[in-house]
């Protein structure tokens, strides 16, 4: 596998990304808190993020759970660039990380005038909304990062296992196409 994509890049191929951008009108429950940084890249809009193709399911999945549990999703990151500083990690960020890929978010659940934070979940002050929330996703296969070690509850995704043919690849055209400031699509 890592010798067909040395191929590829040697030979000068070009591809299009497994990254979309994903327009939160299409969320009803869902926006991006006031810490969330628009990443740069051709025809950047404030109103989207960039996740893989593959995570809109579950981040359409996250909003739909949001809005039965009656409680907003504020994001703070999605697909992260490889070697640029995290701003605002709970945790020190993960050498094959999801977001690297683009299949995690990292989010604050607001239930009202209530934000839960990090620091309520692992103290457990967690809103009873906030609370069934996570146990809705996590019904649904969706992984939470408060069942890590260390605990990293703004954090949801959808595991790619790392060092898979699945991740490297995803990682690969990622984080490459990003960096060669490809257009990329919209998802619908």
């Not at 990254?19 to 429950?29: E, F, R």
């Not at 808190?33 to 809109?56: G, I, K, N």
């Amino acid at each position: 596998m890592i010798d067909a994509l040395l191929a590829w890049a040697a030979g000068g191929f070009v591809t299009t990304s497994p990254l979309v951008k994903l327009g939160l009108l299409l969320l009803v429950n869902t926006d991006v808190s006031a810490e969330f940084t628009t990443l740069s890249y051709p025809s950047t809009r404030q109103s989207e993020v960039l996740v893989h193709e593959d995570f809109v399911d579950t981040m359409t999945l996250l909003d739909a759970e949001a809005k039965a549990a009656n409680v907003k999703l504020r994001i703070n990151q999605t697909f992260r660039v490889q070697n640029i500083p995290v701003k605002g990690a709970v945790v020190p960020p993960a050498s094959k990380s999801q977001h690297l890929i683009g299949h995690a978010v990292d989010l604050n659940i607001v239930d009202g005038a209530t934000v839960n934070l990090s620091s309520m979940f692992k103290t457990g002050k967690e809103t009873a909304a906030a609370k069934a929330f996570v146990k809705a996703v996590k019904k649904k296969g969706v992984r939470w990062g408060g069942d890590f070690s260390p605990k990293d509850p703004p954090h949801f995704d959808d595991s790619v296992p790392p060092g898979s043919d699945a991740y490297n690849m995803a990682f690969y055209f990622a984080q490459n196409v990003y960096a060669a400031r490809h257009p990329l699509r919209e998802a619908v």
